[in-house]
């Protein structure tokens, strides 16, 4: 994982809000730490680098300004303040430790990166991040601190991978681990700026206590292995064989930042595969964005609405891990519907007083109040599409870990099933409904159409319910499939662990991750007035989001792929009708990851990360059809080959991506080249970089020994 990037601004201004928060106080004195034996070897230590006034006296509570817990007020007076920096040696925050006392140190800002810096913080010393108790860290420090070794110092577990990821993005950092302990610790930062020193059965403090050996004796030892873990961003390389029973390797680095880590932590506390947590990801967001952006297609834009369909079987985890996704839309919905029905009491209330013509001059001024409701699992269509009709909402997510109160419901199973699809289809295309009904009817009403409507679906459900709709004449025939995004992951269960202690005191409400994308999920459900974009006259209006430079030749550049695996013989000639949406959903999910990010335009790293996504609905819905062709290698395949045998006996295996362009197989070269060779990096085969003007293939060696 990848500590989440902060802005100039941020970093600025959480530097501002450290610094005036720690000039409040003076520095702790030796009378002051109460006999803390700990605090006091604390400052002994600090007071021999000349560095004591990270140790400060707090003599009142603190109001928090910055981070998750803004507005309220710390519990800080007769504590001692540790003084937390970032990785530029700036103080940005405090933690308050009370002497004396087991309770854990309160972090005032735990949304900012940030360490006790133990030494200087400089590219000439070796820095080591540690998340040990404060007692054991300082015997550490007073073994190491001769070797020229600084120490980062995170004062919460749960902060630790954040603070290393962030202090690695601008000095080489070490960890310490064991051999038991190596995967778990070391995984986090693949691919990262650290360098990981194992031990195989004490840690480094117990060889220097007890084994009477130097931090340099430990690194020679014969059991001590030393890891650089950003050589280690080559994992194993994904199969390409094309093999129906097994699911499509899930592409998750098609997100990045927090986004990413969400989907990872929701996969790890709900204990589901990463496709089913990258499918609700994705459903949140488009709940979220469609109401405010529309995605760039041709010389228009399209809405940012979404069809996910996931198979997961009964207790496969599908409920939780909507329940974490979904967490602050849902809080957002309860807030909204209590809000309501005081509302609805305050009008009926008001009503009751009224007679006559007084009456009917409120009737007309105070409507009564709209149910706010946009989050539906269990419903039919129709009062769904009426509610569009009538102006009562303009977004709706039909989101259910149920398929079947879908797929199985009255209006998908009747003779109204063929309308319900084509009305669903419609809305998802042209965000737009018409609805006719007899003047004569009971539930006659002269509004027909609604305009600029939205809805997302994200369906849940079992293969039982999956198996009949996916292979429904009538919902391929309609074109309501061919505009789903379908995952089809493995089933975790028999292989989940409930017994672990220590999992299962890990709460996702503790996370620091799943915090900040709450918190972000908050602030994109409710912002600020000012910042939502209106006509002149004040209607609310979507934002039209924009191509980066290039993105739009990038986006092109993949459509003209997917249309040359239509023609005769290729992998899409029975697939014409799903292919020819993936550009239209690669383009929404790209809008939607910058809209996250509080974006408006949509860059090439963007498109090609959600064609990435598109790739991977594919293939389910093709090993789903059993519909991929068996026998001889695919093209993929093919040019993987060809290239391991071309940098066998060299030293980094490195070629010429013009050499490849020149020599390849000729069935191979041309305009699929550059396609095959991004499928091939998307599932780690290879790494296309750039040296100067020239551009690189670098093979994966894995693949090689």
């Not at 480094?204 to 050589?231: P, W």
């Not at 039909?398 to 289809?425: R, V």
């Not at 991929?628 to 290239?643: F, I, R, V």
Request: hydrophobic share 35%.
């Amino acid at each position: 994982m990848t500590t989440t990037s902060i802005d100039t601004h941020e970093k600025a201004r959480a530097f501002s809000a450290g610094f005036e928060m720690i000039s409040r106080f003076n520095a702790a004195t030796r009378q002051e730490l109460a006999d803390d034996n700990t605090l006091l070897n604390l400052y002994n230590l600090c007071e021999q680098l000349c560095s004591q006034d990270k140790l400060l006296h707090l003599d009142s509570n603190i109001n928090i300004t910055t981070g998750f817990d803004i507005g309220k007020t710390a519990p800080t007076a007769g504590t001692i303040g540790l003084v937390l920096s970032n990785n530029q040696d700036q103080p940005v925050t405090l933690a308050s430790v009370t002497p004396n006392s087991n309770h854990k140190p309160l972090i005032i800002d735990r949304m900012q990166p940030s360490a006790l810096i133990i030494g200087t913080l400089d590219s000439g010393n070796e820095i080591i991040a540690i998340d040990d108790v404060l007692e054991d860290v300082i015997k550490l420090a007073y073994y190491l601190i001769a070797d020229n070794v600084t120490l980062l110092v995170s004062l919460d577990k749960l902060l630790f991978n954040s603070m290393v990821s962030h202090f690695a993005e601008v000095y080489p950092v070490t960890i310490f681990t064991t051999l038991d302990q190596k995967d778990k610790v070391c995984k986090p930062f693949k691919g990262e700026n650290v360098k990981a020193i194992v031990t195989s059965d004490r840690n480094v403090l117990e060889h220097l206590e007890y084994g009477n050996l130097s931090y340099r004796d430990i690194l020679a030892l014969h059991d001590t292995t030393i890891l650089d873990l950003q050589a280690e961003i080559w994992g194993e390389p994904e199969p390409l064989a094309n093999d129906p029973s097994k699911p499509t390797p899930y592409p998750i680095n098609a997100f990045t930042g927090l986004l990413r880590r969400v989907i990872e932590l929701v996969a790890y506390y709900a204990q589901v595969p990463l496709a089913m947590a990258g499918q609700c990801v994705l459903g949140s967001l488009a709940h979220m964005g469609q109401r405010f952006i529309d995605a760039p297609f041709g010389h228009s834009h399209m809405a940012a609405c979404l069809i996910l369909i996931t198979e997961g079987e009964s207790g496969s985890g599908k409920t939780q891990a909507m329940g974490l996704t979904h967490f602050k839309i849902k809080e957002y919905e309860r807030q909204k519907y209590a809000s309501y029905l005081d509302d609805v009491s305050t009008w009926e209330s008001d009503k009751a007083s009224l007679k006559g013509k007084e009456l009917s001059t409120f009737l007309d001024e105070n409507p009564r109040p709209q149910n706010p409701k946009t989050l539906f699992d269990d419903a039919t269509i129709e009062p769904i599409l009426d509610r569009f009709i009538s102006g009562e909402m303009s977004n709706a997510s039909w989101t259910t870990d149920e398929a079947g109160q879908f797929f199985n419901g009255h209006t998908m199973t009747g003779d109204t099933a063929g309308s319900a699809l084509s009305a669903i289809t419609k809305l998802y295309s042209d965000g737009e409904v018409s609805r006719l009904r007899s003047q004569k009817s009971a539930y006659a009403t002269p509004q027909t159409d609604a305009h600029g409507v939205r809805m997302t679906l994200l369906l849940q459900g079992q293969r039982v319910v999956l198996e009949q709709a996916l292979t429904d004449p009538l919902m391929n025939g309609q074109g309501f499939l061919a505009r789903a995004l379908i995952a089809c992951p493995e089933d975790l269960r028999g292989q989940r662990t409930w017994d672990d202690e220590q999992r299962r005191n890990d709460s996702p409400y503790d996370n620091p991750d799943l915090i900040a994308y709450w918190s972000r999920c908050h602030s994109l459900l409710d912002p600020l007035p000012a910042s939502l974009p209106n006509d002149s006259t004040g209607t609310p209006q979507r934002i039209k989001m924009k191509w980066g430079d290039g993105a739009e030749q990038v986006f092109y550049k993949h459509m003209q792929a997917i249309e040359n695996r239509q023609a005769q013989g290729q992998t899409l000639e029975y697939l014409k009708a799903y292919a020819s949406r993936m550009a239209e959903n690669a383009s929404r999910i790209a809008s939607l990851m910058a809209f996250f990010d509080e974006r408006k335009v949509v860059t090439t790293d963007d498109i090609t990360r959600a064609f990435m996504l598109v790739e991977y609905s594919t293939a389910e819905r093709l090993r789903y059809l059993d519909a991929t062709p068996a026998g001889e290698q695919n093209d993929s395949e093919k040019l993987s080959s060809w290239l391991v045998d071309k940098v066998r006996g060299k030293n980094p295996p490195i070629l010429n991506k013009s050499f490849v362009t020149q020599n390849a197989p000729n069935a191979l070269r041309g305009k699929k080249l550059n396609g095959l060779l991004e499928d091939l990096q998307s599932v780690g085969h290879i790494r296309l970089e750039s040296d100067g003007r020239r551009r690189l293939v670098c093979i994966n060696p894995k693949l090689i020994n």
